[in-house]
């Protein structure tokens, strides 16, 4: 099972939304899809689920491509739009007994049971789509676009409207998904990101910056050493030569080292604190945040 992404652009009259894109997606990966507004996310997640057309490059699924085999690619894909456009009209169930006839499944009733109660949408069921608030629609939203349970998942700002405890519920629906499908949703909620996917792309100005595991985007920054001491180390300035560590600063009980790939600067500390009967209260590595690295890429 997978998605591939290859050489892909897409042109508004003569604006470039989209330039030259390639990535891939296996079974099991949540990827995370960011970019300032206006980088393309949405321009390229309508080409994957075949509302709009490429310039140039080519989309498969499973080896389908979306434009040669258009109704066999949908039949595996699952889109919640940006814009999420429903009809107002119809019951929550009336919308997804609409949706499981287009999508031929079987055992309807018994989808649309599960994909209410996974959504918490069973208090809604009385009203119609239009009469439900904001967070409540996106639901629906995500409800539709599970329903036939498909290969591909693609959310367009999934989380969006959501309160906090739903917030958290429909991360979960997301990632309980990935263990059959591929999930690739856009977001602005770079926490998000870090809590449930298993590697980020990012988008800037039509292009692909990064294409990463998380663990390997957050590597540079990771890269200072904060060690609490219990006693005043200023005495021992003049030792911390024999770390052959970069000394970044130095506090009374805190010092803070440059880390060395290759060294283990870990053990030397240890080594250090017992060698001078010190005690060592904390050893933390600083943590990078996905806001900062998406600032340097994006900027
Ligand atoms: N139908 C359209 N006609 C003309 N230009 C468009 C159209 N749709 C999008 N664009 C332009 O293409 C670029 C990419 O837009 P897109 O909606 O893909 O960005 P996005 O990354 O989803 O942004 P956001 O985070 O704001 O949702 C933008 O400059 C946008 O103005
Ligand atoms: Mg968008």
Known sequence: MSLNVHQVSKKYDKQIAVDAISFSIDKGEVVGFLGPNGAGKSTTLKMIAGFLTPDSGTITINGIAV???????????????ESNALYE???????????????????????????????????????????????YKQRVGIAA????EPALLLLDEPTSGLDPNQLIEIRNVIKSLSTNAMILFSTHILHEVTAICSSVLVLHEGKLVANEPIETLLQPLTNNLRVSFEDD??????????????VISIDKHLLVLKLDANVDIKKKIMQFAIDKGLNIQRLQTEEASLEEIFKLLTH
């Open 89 to 135: 009209d119809l019951y929550v169930k009336e919308y997804l007994q609409f949706l499981g006839k287009i999508h031929q499944i079987n055992q309807i009733p018994k989808r649309i049971d599960a994909v209410v109660e996974q959504l918490g949408l069973g208090p809604m069921q009385q009203k119609k789509i239009g009469q439900l608030s904001k967070g």
């Open 233 to 246: 180390i200023t005495a021992f300035r003049d030792q911390l030569g024999e770390l052959n560590a970069y």
């Open 67 to 81: 434009d040669k085999d258009p109704i066999a690619a949908k039949k595996l894909i699952g889109y919640l739009p």
């Open 145 to 148: 676009a599970i329903l036939h």
